[in-house]
């Protein structure tokens, strides 16, 4: 079955102490993308790789890190995570060279809590 | 920049009636890509539909169809027969032609259906 698995799916853990959200995907999209999402301001893409070794910011991308080391895998790093980052986190995964028309898988997203 | 704007915050139907969600756009490019994601409470991200900005004809899925008026930048969502199953958030997003592979998401529409 063709998915994008995020983990944990939740995890409430306190501020400073450096954490990784996990993503793979088993469809050989070339392209990956994690979004943070909170009430009112919809989704907003933190950083996107456009295939192995090939990242690039996206709109909010204060206090995150990522890598892409293997094409299925996208984990997104808080090296010192703040109360601002609690949010619901998804990753999203989709071919890049098949058209742009291609739609975007999402993983089941993680809910993050920093107290 | 792309903006999107979907200017209605909540909405509600009555079952097996129909909806219709708006969704604006602002966009230099002539080529692009339109898409509405739903989010059920279980927090999936779903594709609905999608449209390419080339194509005259509004795209159609079973139940759900869009009116896109590509010179008014307009891609709105009609839920036809509405069925409680479709209570969630509504998402419409954009993807440019060039440059990355970002989708610009709006805010979202919560859309309650009443039995």
């Known amino acids: 079955e063709a998915q994008v698995t995020q983990n944990p799916r939740y995890l409430i853990t306190v501020t400073g102490k450096k954490l990784t959200v996990t993503c793979s995907q088993n469809m050989n999209h070339e392209y990956m993308s994690w979004y943070r999402q909170d009430p009112g301001l919809g989704l907003r893409q933190i950083y996107y790789s456009m295939n192995v070794e090939v990242t690039d910011k996206g709109d909010v991308p204060e206090g995150y890190k990522v890598s892409r080391k293997e094409k299925r895998n996208f984990p997104l790093i808080l090296e010192s995570p703040s109360p601002n980052q609690t949010s619901l986190y998804f990753c999203a995964s989709s071919s890049s060279d098949r058209g742009r028309n291609q739609p975007q898988h999402f993983g089941d997203g993680t809910r993050l809590s920093i107290l | ?115």
């Open chain 2, 1 to 115: 920049a792309q903006t999107v704007t979907q200017s209605q915050p909540e909405m509600s139907v009555q079952e097996a009636e129909t909806v219709t969600l708006s969704c604006t756009y602002d966009t230099s490019e002539s080529d692009y890509y339109l898409f509405w994601y739903k989010q059920p409470p279980s927090r999936q991200m779903i594709l609905v539909i999608r449209q390419e900005a080339y194509k005259q004809q509004n795209a159609t899925e079973n139940r759900f169809s869009v009116n896109f008026q590509k010179a008014a930048k307009s891609f709105s969502l009609k839920i036809s027969d509405s069925q409680l199953g479709d209570a969630a958030m509504y998402f419409c997003a954009y993807r440019g032609d060039t440059g990355s592979y970002q989708l610009t998401f709006g805010k979202g529409t919560k859309l309650s259906v009443i039995p």
